[in-house]
C-alpha cells in the first residue's frame, strides 16, 4: 500500500483535490481517494460508460511518482464520524508515470544542460581559457536533422520465443576459481524491416522488446509510432500464438520520454493452435527445411501497418481466436467460435478481393431475384389467399447472391490453394459444427470417437483461419496446418 497526495480530478466539468492510498489486489491498481471538501461530491456518469465520460485523475505517489489515469470511481463511501469524509474508489488496469527531470528533454537539450553545468562549474580563475564543446556520441548511422529518432521499449511477461538468431555472452571471473570464463546463451531473435529494426530478448520467463526506428524514418506523429509499434507487437502476437499486452512500455523520441504506461496483466491467454512452433523454428536450425521466422514476421507486420479497415478487422479477429482457444475454454465453446470466426473471415476476404471482380455476376443475380419477386406477387394478387405468399416473398427477398460454400469455392479457386480435397474436408468440418447450438442437442454424443473428431475439426478450422490470414499477409512458406 502507497500513499498518493495532490490528487487533481476532473470530471469534464470540474475538479476535485484530494489525497488517499493506492494498492495492488487482484490484478489491478485501486485507489482510494477521500475529497478535501467532503460537502462537495462529484456527480458519477451512470449507464454505460464510454471513453468520453471518462475522468482524468493526476497525483504523486509516495512523494515521488507521479501519475495519470483515466477512469471513473466505482462508488463512493461518506463518513458521517466525527471526521466528515467522501471516498471516491477507482480500480484500473493500467496507469501512466509522468516523466519527469532528465526524462522530459530531447537528447539535444541534454547536451546543451551538460555543457551549460560544466560552464557553469568552471573555477573562476579559468575565464581565459578555451570554451568546453561537449561532443555527442557518435552513434552508428548517426540521424540527419530532419529524422527523428524513435525507440520503444516493452516487457512481455510469461513469454516464450519460439526462434533464436542471437546470443548473450556472459563473463564471469572470480578471485578464487580464476578466470574469465564465458558462458554462451541463445536468448535474442533480431532483424530489421525496411526503416525499424528491433529484437525480442529472452529473459527467464518474460521477453524484453527494443523497437527502434532507423535513420530514414520519418515520424509523422506520436500517435502514428505507436500505431507502428503496436503493429509489430500484433505480428508478435499472430506468429507465436499469444496476446503481446506489455507489462512496461516505454517510447522516446529523439530521447524524450513520451510514455511510460505500466499495464498489470493477469493470465493472457494464449491458443495451442499458433502457425509456427519451436520444433518448426529447430527444424529450420539443423537444416531440416528452410524456414526464418523473420518471413512471416515482416509479412504480419507490412500488413497491420496499413491499418486498413481489413487489416483492424482481422487484428480484433485474431484476438477472439486466442480468446477462444486459450485454455482452460470448454471445447464446445472453442469450436462453435472458430466456427462463426471463419465464415466472418470468408465473408471479409472475398468481399475485399473478390466481389469487386465479380460485380457483373452479382448484378445479374440481383436482377433476376427481382424478376422472381415480381412474379411471386403477381401471381398472390391474383391468389384467394394472398398473404399465404408473403413467407417465399420474404425468402426471395433476402437471398443472397452467394452461400458461404460459393465464397469457400471461390476463394480457394482464386488463391489456387492446395490440395483441393483436403480444403473441402475443412469446410465439411465446418459445415458439421458450426452451429449445432441452434438445433436439439439429444443426440450428442461423448463417446471417445466423437472426442476426436471434434478435436480434429477444432484443428482443421483453426489452421483454415492461421493460412488464410497468411495468404492475405501475402506470406508464402511452411505452416503448421493442423495441430
Request: glycine share 4%; net charge negative.
Amino acid at each position: 500500500m502507497f500513499r498518493a497526495d495532490n490528487i487533481t480530478i476532473d470530471t469534464g466539468s470540474e475538479q476535485f483535490l484530494g489525497k488517499g492510498m493506492v494498492r495492488i489486489c487482484e490484478g489491478r491498481f485501486r485507489f482510494e481517494v477521500t475529497l478535501n471538501d467532503f460537502t462537495n461530491r462529484p456527480k458519477r456518469p451512470t449507464g454505460i460508460i464510454g471513453p468520453s465520460q471518462l475522468w482524468k485523475m493526476r497525483g504523486v505517489i509516495e512523494d515521488e511518482i507521479e501519475f495519470f489515469l483515466r477512469a471513473t470511481p466505482s462508488g463512493q463511501t461518506v463518513n458521517y464520524g466525527h471526521h466528515f469524509t467522501t471516498v471516491l474508489p477507482f480500480s484500473i488496469d493500467s496507469i501512466d508515470l509522468v516523466p519527469c527531470g532528465w526524462d522530459t528533454l530531447t537528447t539535444e537539450e541534454r547536451e546543451k544542460q551538460s555543457e551549460a553545468l560544466i560552464k557553469a562549474n568552471q573555477p573562476l580563475c579559468a575565464t581565459n581559457a578555451p570554451d568546453v564543446n561537449v561532443q555527442s556520441v557518435d552513434h552508428p548511422g548517426k540521424r540527419e536533422c530532419n529524422s527523428m529518432d524513435v525507440r520503444f521499449y516493452a516487457i512481455l511477461r510469461d513469454y516464450n520465443l519460439i526462434a533464436f538468431t542471437g546470443q548473450t555472452i556472459t563473463t564471469v571471473k572470480n578471485d578464487f576459481l580464476g578466470g574469465p570464463f564465458e558462458s554462451f546463451k541463445s536468448d535474442t531473435f533480431h532483424g530489421e524491416f525496411q526503416e525499424w529494426k528491433f529484437a525480442l530478448i529472452q529473459r527467464e520467463k518474460d521477453i524484453e522488446v527494443y523497437f527502434r526506428s532507423k535513420p530514414e524514418y520519418q515520424s509523422q506523429s506520436e500517435d502514428h509510432d505507436q500505431k507502428v509499434f503496436r503493429a509489430f507487437l500484433n505480428a508478435v502476437a499472430f506468429t507465436h500464438g499469444q496476446h503481446t499486452w506489455p507489462f512496461l512500455t516505454e517510447y522516446r523520441r529523439d530521447g524524450k520520454l513520451v510514455l511510460d504506461n505500466v499495464h498489470l496483466t493477469g493470465n493472457v491467454a494464449s491458443t495451442s493452435h499458433s502457425p509456427f512452433t519451436q520444433r518448426l523454428a529447430f527444424d529450420a536450425q539443423v537444416n531440416r527445411l528452410k524456414w526464418q521466422l523473420s518471413d512471416p514476421l515482416e509479412k504480419a507486420f507490412r500488413f497491420f501497418s496499413t491499418d486498413s479497415k481489413l487489416s483492424r478487422e482481422i487484428t480484433n479477429l485474431l484476438y477472439l481466436f486466442r480468446e477462444a482457444s486459450a485454455s482452460g475454454v470448454p471445447k464446445g465453446i472453442t469450436l462453435l467460435s472458430l466456427c462463426s470466426l471463419l465464415e466472418s473471415l470468408l465473408h471479409a476476404v472475398y468481399d475485399e478481393q473478390i466481389a469487386p471482380l465479380s460485380a457483373a455476376d452479382t448484378s445479374v443475380f440481383l436482377a433476376a431475384k427481382m424478376e422472381a419477386v415480381e412474379a411471386v406477387k403477381l401471381v398472390a394478387a391474383q391468389s384467394q389467399n394472398p398473404t399465404s405468399y408473403d413467407r417465399i416473398v420474404n425468402i426471395l427477398t433476402s437471398a443472397r447472391p452467394l452461400r458461404p460454400k460459393d465464397k469457400f469455392e471461390a476463394i480457394i479457386s482464386h488463391w489456387q490453394l492446395k490440395p483441393k480435397e483436403q480444403w473441402n474436408e475443412v469446410y465439411a468440418s465446418w459445415e458439421r459444427y458450426r452451429n449445432p447450438l441452434s438445433h436439439r442437442m439429444s443426440e450428442g454424443d461423448e463417446s471417445e470417437e466423437s472426442i476426436k473428431e471434434t478435436l480434429l475439426a477444432e484443428s482443421k478450422i483453426a489452421g483454415a483461419i492461421n493460412c488464410m490470414i497468411l495468404k492475405l499477409m501475402n506470406y508464402s512458406g511452411i505452416v503448421r496446418l493442423s495441430t
